[in-house]
Each structure stands twice: as C-alpha cells, then as structure tokens.
C-alpha cells in the first residue's frame, strides 16, 4: 500500500482533502452543496473540449469551471440560487454532450475522469494541483471573515450589492477547486469530500473554528480510509467514500438529535 | 419548396425515430412543466436533478440484477424521497446539504454497480448510454408505460393541488389553518420522483433536469396567475423539444458532415436563451421573491 507509486496518490489526496474540508465549510454553511455537484460535472465540458483540440485538459477544466461559476454568478443576482445553478449546469452539460458527440476519443478516457483514478496519479501532476491548492487557500484566508458573514445570512441580504463580490469570490474558489482536483480525483471523490465532511462537521460542532478543523480532519480521515479500502478489495475509490460520506451524515444527525 | 427544405430536412415527419421521440419528448416536457413549476417555487431544483442521477443508480442495480431499469429507477428515487423525509430537516439550507451526501453515496453506488457491470461483460458503451441516455434511441413500444407514469405523477399533483400550492407559497398560512406542510411535501415528492424517472430514463438527465427547471423558471417570470404559468412552461417545453430535435436532424449536414449533433445540446440551448429573454423581458413579480420562500432561520446559523 506504500510502494512508491502509490505515494503520489497519497500526498495528491492529502491536498485534496485539506481543501476540500476547508471549502466544503462554506457550501455547508450557505447550503450550496448544488454548486458542489454542478461545476465539477459541468466542468466536464472542458475536458472534453480540451479532448476535441487536443490541449492539456487542465486548461478546459479551468476554462469551463470559470464560466460556468461566472454564469451562475450573473444569474443569481436575478434569479433563486437554485434555478440560477440549474440552468448554469444544464448549459454546461449541454455543450458537454456536443464535444463529446464531435469528438472521437474513447469513452474511457472521459469515464476516468468521471470516476477519478487517483491510484493513477503521476508525479508531474502534483506541482499543479499544490499551486491551486495554494491560491485557493490565499483566497479563502483574505476573505474568511466576509465569506463567513455573507454565507450566514440569507439568501436575500447576499442579493445586495455589497454582497455580490463575496458570492463571486465563492464561486471563483469552488471553480479553482473543481480545475485542481478533477484531473486527479475525479468528479465524484470531489463532490463527495466537498459535501459529506463539512455537512457531518456542522451537526457536531458549535462554533465556525470547530468546524472547519473538524471538516479538515473528516475529510482527510475519509480519503485515506477509502484509498486503503479500495487497494485492498479494488473496488472503485468513489464507492468506499460515497457510503462513508452518508453513515457519517447519519451518525451526524443522530448525534445532534440526542445531545443538542 | 427548397425554401422550406432549408428548414426541414426532407424526411422529418415520416421518420418513425422521428415521431416517437417527439410524443415521448413532448409528453415529458409537460409533466415536466407542471411538477418542474412546483419545483421552482419551491427551490428544491437540486433535489429534482439529484433524484435523476440517483434513479441512474437504481438502473445500474436493475441492470446487474436483469430486470427492467425503469422499476430500479422508480424504486430508488422513491426510497431516497422517503430517506430525506424521515430524518425530518426543516431548514432549506440543512435539506440542500443532506440532498448532497446521498447523491454523494449513490453515485459511489453507481460506481460500484459499473465497475462490477464492466469486469462482469465489459460493455462500455451501454454504461454511457445509461448516463446520457438519448431521446433518438426510444424504442416505441415503451409508450404506454410512459404515457401511464405520466398520469400518475399528475395525478399525484392535481389531488393534492391546493395544499401543495398554499404549501409551497406559505407555509406559515397552512400552519395556522391548522394543517401540516409536510403531507403535501411528501406528494409533491412523490411526484417528481415518478416524472424524473420517467424523464431521466427516456431523455436521459441532462435533458431531463434542463425541462424540469427552465420551462417552470420562466413561465413563473411570466405568468399572472397559475393557469397561465402552467401554460407558459408546457409550450416552452414542448416547443423546445420540437425545435431541438428539428435543429438536431438537420445538423446531419453540418461540419463534420454525417454525423448529427445532439439533441440535448440545442435543447439545452433553446431554453437557456428562452429564459435569457424572460429576465429582460419582465422583472421579476414580488410574490415570487426568494425573501418571500428564503426566510432566513435561525437554525442555520
């Protein structure tokens, strides 16, 4: 399990939990697990556009993840969250289906990137998955206290112009996310890790700092677990993490239910 | 005449693939239209396209299991609607998230489920197609299972119909009629399980997550009252579906020659831009605000 091959899908899971724990705090707490699940899958687009004229997918990765957190964004300021996200998706998906159509390449490739194959990460793929990990978490560092503060309030106040930017920064954080951790882990670990870790974190703890620690360490707790799992058995990683992210929930919210 | 062939491909209306995915499309478009208008006033778009990802899991299951995937999506999306129900979340925030860890478990699910289909028979191709779904690929004889499913998921909306709108406009006023929000909930989940079901496996979930929200959202932007809504989302959706598969036959003779491009694509375009020009057109009605559904509350904190 720690042959040296592997130790390149240890250390890229590492980075991908501890961000993932920490962004998934706010889709928690702003109730945006929606978004989660529409940029990965939409992002999809890019990859196979980037397939279709043949450039390294990590540049329609970021491509599409930007559009996409941009036309939900502009969408939002008038429309409900939800529609403005479900629309944003759908668009997303909809050219998705057409590159996907033009293109000749195998199914597989683009199943892979669906499911993820971190067993199968390489070494030149971790300087670019630290470097968004880094900016990202500047991000998320200058802007803490703001994103906090709107991500409490309604869905309502954050309409208002002032509010506006910290939306945008939201979505901008998630797009960078999406672009640094689809290559490596797939859609489905990242939408997982970004949900079930943070959402478990909230129903067990009291106070924002608690959380996110929290959130961090199921997360990391999480991916490790079901890597072993997977090499163990050689059942698929999403599996393993998907069933752990709904006990985890479940436990969560029998938790809340006998002691708050 | 070349006129009009400019248009239409010659051969449109005498394809038999042609017909049949244009009255299984345009039935789904208005069962769509009238569970998906519900579904936008009650800001539950996420749960209505989880529910067509997690009915593909339930497919998946049915498929290694040999029988029809149309009762492994029916009971999964029903099984999942009553999950959410039972750990009885009240915050819309708190719903959204939990939404997400079980669309997180049942596409792990679903991963399991293909990798076993895969080492089992190796067929790649049926795994996309269960992803994609296609409405050109409809066998004709499915009909009347969809026609009947159709009814049903109505029927499950007109029955409780003034419930399920009080319900999903103010809570609060069928509280003090001394009447719980929660059983019309319940329907109305109910129904958008059977019309995701019946839309996601014949059109597959793009398509059926692109009906179910775009028609509704802007048909509510534009409607003066319920009855006009209602009609406003079914011909945005029926003419969507026409026009999509029209633009898709027709693509048969664009670059790269001979190949067609997808249906869902223009659809999926056709009501983006449709709801595009319904924000332009009239700003939005009060009584629909999101200040007005979003009511902050203080277990979100």
């Not at chain 1, 033009?102 to 971190?118: M, P």
């Not at chain 2, 005449?1 to 299984?24: D, K, N, Q, R, W």
């Not at chain 2, 692109?210 to 945005?236: E, Q």
Request: aromatic share 10%; proline share 4%; with cysteine.
């Amino acid at each position: 399990m720690f042959e040296p091959f592997m130790i390149n899908a240890w250390i890229t899971a590492s980075i991908v939990a501890v961000i993932s724990g920490l962004v998934g705090f706010f889709i928690a707490l702003r109730g945006q697990a929606f978004i989660a699940h529409a940029l990965p899958n939409g992002a999809f687009a890019g990859a196979a556009a980037a397939g279709l004229i043949n450039i390294n997918p990590l540049f329609g990765l970021g491509f599409f993840s930007l559009l996409g957190a941009g036309t939900i964004g502009l969408l939002e300021r008038k429309s409900k969250r939800d529609v403005a996200t479900a629309l944003g998706f759908v668009l997303l998906l909809g050219m998705g289906a057409l590159f996907l159509s033009l293109s000749t390449e195998y199914s597989q490739q683009i199943f892979s990137l669906l499911f993820g194959e971190i067993l199968g990460v390489s070494p030149s793929q971790i300087l670019p998955t630290a470097a968004l990990a880094v900016i990202t978490l500047g991000i998320l560092i200058l802007s803490y206290r703001r994103l906090l503060y709107t991500s409490v309030l309604g869905e309502e106040l954050s309409q208002k112009a002032l509010f506006r930017n910290q939306n945008l920064i939201f979505l901008l954080m998630v797009a960078l996310v999406t672009t640094m951790a689809i290559p490596v882990v797939g859609t489905l670990l990242l939408f997982t890790l970004l949900v079930s870790p943070a959402a478990t974190a909230r129903l067990i703890t009291k106070t924002p700092k608690t959380a996110i620690a929290a959130s961090v360490i199921l997360a990391l707790l999480m991916v490790y677990s079901s890597i072993a799992f997977s090499y163990v058995s050689n059942w698929p990683v999403g599996f393993f993490i998907g069933m752990m992210g709904v006990a985890s929930y479940t436990v969560g919210q029998l938790w809340r239910k006998l002691f708050a | 005449m070349s006129f009009l062939h400019a248009i239409v491909e010659p051969g449109f209306f005498s394809s038999s693939v042609i017909a049949t995915a244009l009255v299984i499309g345009c039935l789904t478009a208005v069962v769509s239209a009238v569970v998906g208008t519900f579904t936008v006033l009650r800001s539950q778009s996420f749960m209505g396209h989880a529910l067509s990802d997690i009915g593909t899991t339930g497919g998946a299951a049915a498929y290694l299991a040999g029988v029809p995937t149309l009762y492994g999506f029916i009971l999964i999306n029903l099984a999942t609607s009553g999950f959410l129900e039972a750990l009885g979340i009240k915050s819309k925030k708190e719903r959204d998230v939990a939404t997400g860890v079980i669309l997180g478990g049942a596409l792990g699910l679903a991963s399991l489920f293909l990798y076993l289909d895969t080492t089992n028979t190796s067929t790649s191709g049926d795994t996309m197609n269960l992803l994609f779904g296609s409405i050109l690929t409809i066998q004709s004889s499915i009909e009347p299972l969809f026609i009947a499913l159709a009814a049903l998921a109505l029927m499950f909306i007109v029955a409780t119909y003034r419930q399920l709108l009080l319900a999903s406009l103010d809570p609060d006023l069928l509280r003090v009629k001394n009447r719980s929000p929660q059983l019309a909930g319940i329907a109305f989940l109910v129904a958008l399980s059977l019309a995701v079901a019946m839309s996601a496996i014949a059109i597959g979930t793009i398509l059926s997550t692109a009906l179910l929200i775009g028609p509704a959202a802007a048909a509510v932007r534009l409607g003066k009252n319920m009855r006009s809504v209602f009609v406003y989302s079914s011909t945005i959706g029926v003419l969507s579906i026409f026009f999509g598969v029209l633009l898709s036959y027709d693509s048969y003779n664009w670059p790269p020659f001979h190949h067609g491009w997808p249906v869902s694509f223009f659809v999926v375009s056709i009501i983006f831009i449709t709801y595009l020009v319904t924000l332009f057109i009239k700003p939005r009605s009060k009584s629909y605000s999101p200040a007005h559904l979003d009511t902050p509350r203080s277990t979100d904190v």
